[in-house]
């Protein structure tokens, strides 16, 4: 290596040590930036139910205090975790199918009208159908298995993934399909390359509102037949009256929702990069 590669290396490096600081320190500001408000509101939450446990304004047996709480939670962290563990798994194969039915539906839709015509009425009657009326139904047709929970995850999650993308489908600028079309490309290649893309910022805001209906799904399964799950977990603890136990499993279902939502943000930041809700300086005007 020649003596002038030398003596720019120290100098190169430091160069991209000093860019990638600022940047670090920027990202971590960011994220205190965007953290510290949740945070400080959970603060209070947490704040509030102490106080009112401590004070006694309500009964014990009716709200435990975050402590006893705890204490179950570290007490009996196999029991929980077993049963956490089997509603995560309801919930993610249920997102999962209802993602995949989902796209394949809209994008059905989209290019027939027909469809578009037929299909919409009757999802619009499903999702207006409340799931726990039809719940014992799918206990009934597919026994105590895992079977109906997933359905239900499935078919509450389907609605918002459906919709969104839908609508991400439509919104693509017509000048763009008829510059595509001009230039001789085939549906195929305009669906991939220009409409598939665009519908993007659509999805994953139909996807946000889905994993989270799908742990609610799963849940409301377990509450009608099941043998675990933290659903079932639930159920028998409002019929113990063991309230601790309860808000326990509403803790940690809480926690799944909350983390695959995060799951499914960090993922479109993977994905969308370009677009402008994940740009970090966003431009706003106010009027």
């Known amino acids: 290596?020649?003596?002038?590669?030398?003596?720019?290396?120290?100098?190169?490096?430091?160069?991209?040590?000093?860019?990638?600081?600022?940047?670090?320190?920027?990202?971590?500001?960011?994220?205190?930036?965007?953290?510290?408000?949740?945070?400080?509101?959970?603060?209070?939450?947490?704040?509030?139910?102490?106080?009112?446990?401590?004070?006694?304004?309500?009964?014990?047996?009716?709200?435990?205090?975050?402590?006893?709480?705890l204490d179950v939670i570290l007490d009996k962290p196999d029991y929980l975790w077993q049963h956490t563990w089997v509603t995560t798994y309801e919930t993610l194969l249920g997102f999962v199918i209802a993602v995949a039915v989902g796209i394949f539906s809209a994008v059905v839709m989209v290019y027939s009208s027909t469809v578009e015509k037929t299909l919409y009425p009757i999802l619009l009657f499903a999702q207006v159908v409340p799931k726990i009326a039809i719940a014992p139904l799918f206990v009934v047709w597919l026994g105590f298995g895992i079977a109906p929970k997933i359905l239900i995850a499935v078919l509450i999650a389907f609605?918002?993934?459906?919709?969104?993308?839908?609508?991400?489908?439509?919104?693509?600028?017509?000048?763009?399909?008829?510059?595509?079309?001009?230039?001789?490309?085939?549906?195929?290649?305009?669906?991939?390359?220009?409409?598939?893309?665009a519908s993007l910022p659509h999805l994953f805001s139909g996807l946000k509102v889905a994993v989270t209906l799908a742990v609610t799904g799963a849940v409301v399964g377990e509450f009608v037949g099941a043998n675990e799950g933290l659903g079932y977990v639930i159920l028998q603890a409002n019929g113990n009256l063991d309230t601790p136990m309860l808000f326990a499993g509403l803790l940690v279902m809480s926690l799944i929702g909350v983390v695959l939502f995060?799951?499914?943000?960090?993922?479109?930041?993977?994905?969308?990069?370009?677009?402008?809700?994940?740009?970090?300086?966003?431009?706003?005007?106010?009027?």
């Open 262 to 287: 995060v799951l499914v943000e960090i993922a479109e930041k993977v994905f969308l990069p370009w677009h402008a809700s994940r740009r970090d300086v966003a431009a706003t005007t106010a009027y």
């Open 159 to 197: 609605f918002p993934v459906v919709i969104s993308m839908v609508t991400g489908l439509k919104a693509v600028d017509p000048e763009m399909l008829q510059l595509s079309a001009t230039m001789g490309a085939s549906p195929w290649q305009t669906f991939r390359k220009i409409r598939f893309p």
């Open 1 to 69: 290596m020649s003596q002038s590669a030398l003596r720019t290396t120290p100098v190169e490096t430091a160069g991209v040590a000093d860019r990638q600081a600022p940047r670090l320190h920027r990202r971590a500001a960011d994220v205190a930036e965007r953290s510290w408000r949740p945070v400080a509101l959970l603060v209070v939450c947490f704040a509030a139910w102490w106080l009112i446990a401590a004070t006694e304004l309500v009964q014990p047996y009716l709200v435990p205090s975050p402590g006893r709480t």
